[in-house]
């Protein structure tokens, strides 16, 4: 079946329920491919992929140069797999109203509870965006907002999001990220920070005392997913002159946590909810 192109009179949604006709058929095949790197290991062969979407060789080959082509995959001549970017094809689900709407109400008794500024955030490459935050006061020279994006290597929950990356992609994802130094305590080699990431993911949180700007500590947790893992970080911002990192760690983690597991919580309702109404 050719790629079918609709027609002007056929690209509105709202005048037409989209039939057999509008089906893409290349479009699924590719999906299918990315898709079943979810439930297997994170490096399969030409006829693993295959097998698994039952495809054709001839069109897993196909969906798999053109990932690659697009830069959703990597082979190393025999073993392709996929890249941080696929983390990318979720950024409009993630950071929609609906997240930010669940996420606000939690930060927002987070930063009443402990008077510090709170923030949400999702990776997105080597970048961490920022899908929700409440402000209570200026520590950082720069001003964060909805939107904004950070190196994930330097900051809290950047180095929360990429403990659930595996290790093949992680060295990637760090080796081909730029990695200036912020400030003198910024960790910028690779091996380090693999380093630091692990341990994050052992202790289930991240601190980071001032890597991103001279002043500024974070701690950040994981929202974790049940079956989509760490989906969303938290951190809790607060200023390192006022008191010594381990008070921090100890005043803030505690409500952190706590707020992370509401965050969960309640993205897993809205989830059943959506499905009730599908």
């Known amino acids: 079946m050719s790629d079918h192109v609709p027609s002007a009179s056929t690209t509105s949604l709202s005048r ?4 057999k006709e509008d089906f893409v058929r290349s479009l699924a095949s590719g999906l299918k491919v990315l898709e079943c790197f979810s439930d297997a290991e994170a490096a399969m062969t030409l006829s693993e992929v295959a097998r698994r979407t039952g495809l054709s060789r001839a069109t897993a080959r196909r969906m798999l140069h053109t990932l690659i082509h697009l ?16 983390l990318s094809l979720g950024l409009g689900f993630w950071s929609g109203n609906s997240l930010k709407d669940l996420l606000q109400p939690a930060l927002h008794d ?9 923030s949400a955030s999702i990776l997105v490459g080597d970048e961490i965006v920022y899908i929700a935050r409440v402000h209570t006061r200026r520590i950082m020279r720069m001003d964060l907002d909805v939107g ?9 929950m950047g180095r929360v999001l990429l403990s659930d990356v ?3 992609s992680l ?9 200036p130094q912020f400030t003198p305590a910024t960790i910028t080699e690779v091996e380090e920070l693999v380093k630091v990431i692990t341990r994050g993911r052992n202790d289930g949180y991240v601190m980071v005392d001032q890597e991103l700007e001279a002043g500024l500590r974070s701690v950040a947790v994981p929202v974790k997913h049940p079956d989509r893992g760490v989906t969303t970080a938290i951190n809790v911002s607060v200023s ?7 008070e921090s760690l100890k005043r803030v983690l ?17 989830e059943r909810g959506r499905g009730r109404r599908a």
């Open 240 to 246: 390192a002159g006022l008191e010594p990192a381990g």
């Open 71 to 86: 830069g959703y995959a990597s082979t190393d001549g025999r073993d392709f797999t996929l890249t941080p970017k696929v």
């Open 16 to 19: 037409k329920v989209p039939g």
């Open 148 to 156: 904004t994006r950070l190196p994930a290597f330097a900051t809290s």
């Open 171 to 179: 060295y990637r994802l760090l080796e081909g990220a730029e990695r």
């Open 110 to 118: 987070l930063a009443a509870e402990l008077n510090e500024s709170c």
């Open 254 to 270: 505690p409500s952190l946590k706590r707020c992370a597991e509401t965050a969960a919580q309640a993205l897993q309702a809205w």
């Open 166 to 168: 595996d290790q093949t």
